[in-house]
């Protein structure tokens, strides 16, 4: 056989998956890693990479923030790094796009204005500029040196509102150095930003002509990247299993994550999955349009695969990657404690009159349930009703109480400035954390999110959009930011969102990023809560067995509070 046709071969059986910049790096990227897991049983071979957690991109990403910090007084800060990621990723757009530097100045200051309505100076903007230039040297420069030596055919790209930017320039380079390359994206970018039948997807496809030759919009990729590979779909640029009538892989037959390419040890977690989608169908969200219907793997099969990578990675802390837990979290840790064995995990959870049954947090405590993250929303009645909830604020605070009670760490969400939200609303939000403050570990403000398409009150939104961004800055920032022309207007919805924040840090309740304030955080929780869970800091120790959970017990003078008959008196 000819030498160049086995080498070509080779490349094309080689596959590259990537995380791009920026994306939070609590846990190595799941689907890439399950990916690798599926297509590797097809013979094919594939690395992943994840430059979230690259030395040089976390130093851009941490200068990047402390010059903004630089500008911005703490007074307007909000919830910083959450709203500052709307400036930095259409930042990352606009660098790859401008070619008036002057516009381009003007622009990068008016993405600081809107996301924290402080008026920066040209020469503090060119600061952010040149951090960002910085940026995509590196990125340049890594994938050169990548192509150069991995020699791939195919490159996947999972893609977010955050990284789609780089990953854009990214393809760009491996084209430029390899036009024989195939570029694949896909992610959870579909559920919302760029959601399909948007005109944001519209613009992506547009934008991406040149250096895309797939994007696969499905929450499931596996079967449509397969027949990509095997040159099913050389007709089409977008594909999805409803497209092209395929059966999703049943969901307890989903490959476990190969991470084996990645070092875990640069996360805070390990992850699994339990369920996929979500049951409910809040307005402002989307996992349930995106995800389908709602569906669970068995108690015993969780256990087991947890199980599998903490022996292989060495991690006893495992974030859950499910919408939801309460519907199996009692199996789960009944399973744990059948079993004698600890693991423990942080998960989103639902407010749930489950929750203010000491007898069922604490076998949750007993069993491993380490950290919950509630959608507690808002302090309104009202707007909890307007937002589709369907829980009521007596069982929130009743979830929050039990939980807590049992030392498990709680993370309140609040969603600052829903339409219709008054002030008379936004103060029952700051009543209600005041009331609650011991109960709460972490409570992170986020301003409410419009979407063109995905939510599941969009529709009624629909002839209140507009956009957030002047139209001339279209050519830069390639993506619409639609916001509201509804009370509260989108000033209104930051200056909350600052004032939540200031109230937080006056009642003392943290909402941590760093790691020194996750430890400052536990250690506030240890002081409120003698169940408390270990530190994050305690799982750092490669080796070191953490199993206090199974010894825990009730304490004196907690008590079931049910949200049914209970005068909340905190």
């Given at each position: 056989?000819?030498?160049?046709?086995?080498?070509?071969?080779?490349?094309?059986?080689?596959?590259?998956?990537?995380?791009?910049?920026?994306?939070?790096?609590?846990?190595?990227?799941?689907?890439?890693?399950m990916?690798?897991?599926?297509?590797?049983?097809?013979?094919y071979?594939?690395?992943?990479?994840?430059?979230?957690?690259?030395?040089?991109?976390?130093?851009?990403?941490?200068?990047?923030?402390?010059k903004?910090?630089?500008?911005?007084?703490?007074?307007?800060?909000?919830?910083?790094?959450?709203?500052?990621?709307?400036?930095?990723?259409?930042?990352m757009?606009?660098?790859?796009k401008?070619?008036?530097?002057?516009?381009?100045?003007?622009?990068?200051?008016?993405?600081?204005?809107?996301?924290?309505?402080?008026?920066?100076?040209?020469?503090?903007?060119?600061?952010?500029?040149r951090?960002?230039?910085?940026?995509?040297?590196k990125?340049e420069?890594?994938?050169?040196?990548?192509?150069?030596?991995?020699?791939?055919?195919?490159?996947?790209?999972?893609?977010?509102?955050?990284?789609?930017?780089?990953?854009?320039?990214?393809?760009?380079?491996?084209?430029?150095?390899?036009?024989?390359?195939?570029?694949?994206?896909?992610?959870?970018?579909?559920?919302?930003?760029?959601?399909?039948?948007?005109?944001?997807?519209?613009?992506?496809?547009?934008?991406?002509?040149?250096?895309?030759?797939?994007?696969?919009?499905d929450?499931?990729?596996?079967?449509?990247?397969?027949?990509?590979?095997?040159?099913?779909?050389?007709?089409?640029?977008?594909?999805?299993?409803?497209?092209l009538?395929?059966?999703?892989?049943?969901?307890?037959?989903?490959?476990?994550?190969?991470l084996?390419?990645?070092?875990?040890?640069?996360?805070?977690?390990?992850?699994?999955?339990?369920?996929?989608?979500?049951?409910?169908?809040?307005?402002?969200?989307?996992?349930?349009?995106?995800?389908?219907?709602?569906?669970?793997?068995?108690?015993?099969?969780?256990?087991?695969?947890?199980?599998?990578?903490?022996?292989?990675?060495?991690?006893?802390?495992?974030?859950?990657?499910?919408?939801?837990?309460?519907?199996?979290?009692?199996?789960?840790?009944?399973?744990?404690?059948?079993?004698?064995?600890?693991?423990?995990?942080?998960?989103?959870?639902?407010?749930?009159d489950n929750?203010a049954?000491?007898?069922?947090?604490?076998?949750?405590?007993?069993?491993?349930?380490?950290?919950?993250?509630?959608?507690?929303?808002?302090?309104?009645?009202?707007?909890?009703?307007?937002?589709?909830?369907?829980?009521?604020?007596?069982?929130?605070?009743?979830?929050?109480?039990?939980?807590?009670?049992?030392?498990?760490?709680?993370?309140?969400?609040?969603?600052?400035?829903?339409?219709?939200?008054?002030?008379?609303?936004?103060q029952?939000?700051?009543?209600?954390?005041?009331?609650?403050?011991?109960?709460?570990?972490?409570?992170?403000?986020?301003?409410?999110?419009?979407?063109?398409?995905?939510?599941?009150?969009?529709?009624?939104?629909?002839?209140?959009?507009?956009?957030?961004?002047?139209?001339?800055a279209?050519?830069?920032?390639?993506?619409?930011?639609?916001?509201?022309?509804?009370?509260?207007?989108?000033?209104?919805?930051?200056?909350r969102?600052?004032?939540?924040?200031?109230?937080?840090?006056?009642?003392?309740?943290?909402?941590p990023?760093?790691?020194?304030?996750?430890?400052?955080?536990?250690e506030?929780?240890?002081?409120?809560?003698?169940?408390?869970?270990?530190?994050?800091?305690?799982?750092?120790t490669w080796?070191?067995?953490?199993?206090?959970?199974?010894?825990?017990?009730?304490?004196?003078?907690?008590?079931?509070?049910?949200?049914?008959?209970?005068?909340?008196?905190?």
């Amino acid at each position: 056989m000819n030498t160049n046709n086995v080498q070509k071969r080779a490349r094309d059986k080689k596959i590259v998956l990537g995380m791009l910049p920026y994306w939070t790096p609590l846990v190595p990227p799941q689907g890439i890693g399950m990916l690798k897991a599926y297509l590797e049983k097809h013979d094919y071979t594939v690395k992943i990479i994840d430059l979230n957690v690259h030395e040089t991109f976390k130093k851009v990403y941490t200068d990047y923030f402390n010059k903004i910090g630089e500008f911005v007084p703490m007074h307007n800060r909000g919830n910083f790094y959450n709203i500052g990621h709307d400036v930095l990723h259409n930042h990352m757009m606009a660098a790859i796009k401008y070619t008036d530097e002057t516009k381009y100045i003007k622009l990068v200051k008016t993405l600081v204005y809107h996301s924290f309505y402080t008026k920066i100076l040209d020469n503090q903007a060119i600061e952010l500029n040149r951090i960002m230039q910085y940026f995509y040297e590196k990125l340049e420069e890594y994938y050169i040196e990548l192509i150069k030596v991995e020699q791939p055919g195919v490159l996947g790209f999972s893609i977010f509102k955050g990284n789609i930017p780089a990953a854009i320039f990214a393809a760009r380079v491996a084209k430029r150095e390899n036009k024989s390359i195939k570029v694949v994206m896909g992610g959870g970018a579909f559920t919302d930003f760029h959601a399909l039948g948007s005109p944001n997807f519209e613009a992506l496809l547009q934008e991406t002509v040149d250096c895309v030759d797939l994007f696969i919009v499905d929450g499931q990729g596996e079967k449509v990247f397969l027949k990509y590979l095997e040159g099913e779909l050389s007709d089409r640029r977008v594909a999805s299993l409803k497209e092209l009538n395929l059966a999703p892989i049943p969901f307890h037959d989903l490959d476990i994550a190969d991470l084996s390419d990645l070092d875990t040890g640069l996360y805070p977690y390990i992850i699994a999955t339990g369920s996929a989608s979500c049951p409910n169908e809040c307005t402002f969200c989307n996992a349930s349009k995106f995800y389908g219907r709602y569906r669970e793997k068995n108690a015993k099969q969780v256990v087991q695969e947890m199980l599998k990578m903490y022996r292989k990675y060495g991690k006893q802390l495992f974030f859950m990657s499910d919408s939801l837990l309460n519907h199996i979290v009692t199996d789960i840790a009944t399973e744990f404690i059948n079993l004698g064995t600890t693991l423990y995990y942080d998960c989103y959870f639902r407010v749930d009159d489950n929750a203010a049954d000491l007898d069922k947090t604490m076998l949750w405590r007993r069993g491993g349930l380490y950290r919950t993250r509630l959608g507690i929303e808002s302090g309104s009645q009202k707007i909890l009703d307007l937002m589709n909830k369907k829980i009521t604020l007596e069982q929130s605070k009743a979830t929050l109480y039990g939980l807590a009670s049992a030392g498990i760490k709680t993370t309140a969400y609040i969603v600052i400035g829903h339409p219709y939200e008054t002030e008379e609303d936004f103060q029952m939000t700051l009543d209600f954390v005041d009331e609650m403050k011991d109960y709460i570990w972490q409570a992170e403000p986020n301003p409410f999110y419009y979407h063109y398409t995905g939510q599941f009150g969009a529709d009624d939104w629909k002839d209140k959009r507009m956009l957030l961004y002047p139209e001339e800055a279209r050519s830069m920032l390639v993506f619409d930011t639609c916001t509201l022309n509804c009370e509260p207007l989108r000033e209104e919805r930051y200056e909350r969102l600052h004032r939540f924040t200031a109230h937080c840090d006056k009642l003392g309740i943290p909402n941590p990023y760093t790691a020194s304030e996750i430890h400052a955080a536990d250690e506030r929780w240890h002081k409120l809560h003698k169940n408390a869970v270990p530190s994050v800091w305690e799982f750092e120790t490669w080796g070191k067995y953490i199993d206090e959970a199974r010894n825990v017990v009730r304490y004196a003078g907690a008590k079931n509070v049910l949200a049914s008959n209970t005068d909340f008196d905190f």
